[in-house]
């Protein structure tokens, strides 16, 4: 569930404090539009400005009416306030898992100015505004069409230029004809017209929901005998000499094997699903340290090198090929069939192996 927000919403609550913001960041992942990010930093430091100036008249009533003056050094306050709350924002949308914000779009002038001319929503109805919510609105359809495995839900409380006239709980029919035209499905986007609505309405029940397959999980994951014994024993049992073509596991030279998997440390359901009433299938990752051995000519031994592969030779054989050890972090991902009523796996597969710190594979 990708959640975007207009810029109106973070203006009520800048450092998206308090258990509404809370439960939309446990439901699902926060998205921002560049244009968006813009608009609330301009409007962070005007209402700083507004309040500072407050403040200053404040003082100097006070000043008027004591008799030694107090002073307030506020000479420097915006300026940095203004700097830490862009940086809150760089660091949330980091955190959030998006990286960077969306991007301005990228349609040309002559294309929005068109819009305006036709006196279609978000514009006025003279035309004469809505140039950064059109901004705003074209941004949300790129996200849903780029993450188009994902609902989209837009919370904005500018009622007068996204819903309709005649119910304020859709989508005004200029934007419908928008996300139609760009073959989104109806069924996965979602207008909300306050934080309010979508909590009460949607993220309530879908947090009820996490919550308890959290719980669920804890459950599994603390049971030694049904959960980790299984595993354990599954990775012990991995052939000794796995080919590792296919796999992304980045290591020097070609015909990658695994020899061995040790040192296993988290054991983690990344997924989990209802098979039936007797039966979850789990998705399960396993953090380890793999022996990984390889093969290359020798001559090419020297450039691995350069790229800072870290690896031992093991041997070289009278044609100059040689064989290559390198010990890595990766992580063994498996499928399992976890009986609810016996408490235990009752079949478990492999489904991948990665090496976590290749930069080069997805």
Not at 41 to 60: A, F, P, S, T, W
Not at 175 to 194: M, P, T
Not at 332 to 338: F, S
């Amino acid at each position: 569930m990708l959640i975007f927000l207009d810029s109106n919403i973070l203006c009520t609550n800048f450092y998206m404090r308090g258990p509404s913001f809370e439960t939309m960041q446990k439901v699902g992942t926060i998205v921002f539009g560049q244009i968006v990010v813009d608009e609330v930093c301009n409007k962070y430091r005007e209402m700083l400005e507004e309040q500072v100036q407050k403040l200053k008249r404040g003082v100097n009533d006070l000043n008027r009416m004591i008799s030694s003056s107090v002073d307030i050094s506020l000479d420097t306050l915006i300026e940095s306030e203004c700097e830490k709350y862009r940086d809150f924002l760089d660091v949330f949308i980091i955190e959030s898992g998006m990286t960077v914000a969306e991007d301005y779009p990228p349609n040309p002038h002559e294309q929005i100015v068109k819009r305006a001319l036709q006196r279609k929503k978000p514009f006025k109805a003279d035309g004469s505004t809505g140039y950064r919510d059109y901004l705003v609105w074209l941004t949300c359809l790129d996200v849903a069409q780029l993450y188009s495995n994902e609902d989209i839900h837009f919370i904005t409380s500018n009622i007068r230029d996204f819903s309709d006239s005649s119910d304020k709980d859709k989508l005004h029919p200029d934007l419908l004809e928008d996300i139609k035209a760009r073959g989104i499905q109806e069924s996965r986007f979602h207008y909300w017209n306050s934080v309010k609505d979508f909590i009460d309405r949607c993220a309530t029940d879908r947090a009820k929901q996490i919550e308890e397959r959290e719980r669920i999980v804890s459950e599994i994951e603390g049971n030694k005998e049904g959960f980790y014994q299984p595993i354990q024993k599954f990775i012990d049992e991995l052939p000794a000499d796995m080919d590792l073509s296919g796999f992304d596991v980045l290591v020097p030279g070609e015909k990658a094997r695994l020899k061995q998997v040790e040192d296993l440390s988290e054991f983690n359901i990344d997924d989990i699903a209802d098979i039936n009433e007797t039966e979850y299938l789990l998705d399960v990752c396993i953090d380890g340290f793999g022996i990984i051995d390889s093969y290359s000519d020798i001559s090419e031994v020297k450039e691995y090198e350069k790229c800072e592969f870290e690896f031992d030779i093991l041997r070289c054989d009278e044609n100059n090929e040689c064989i290559l050890r390198t010990m890595m972090g990766i992580q063994v991902h498996l499928r399992a069939i976890y009986n609810k009523k016996l408490k235990a796996i009752s079949s478990i597969e492999l489904d991948y192996i990665d090496d976590y710190n290749c930069p080069f594979c997805d």
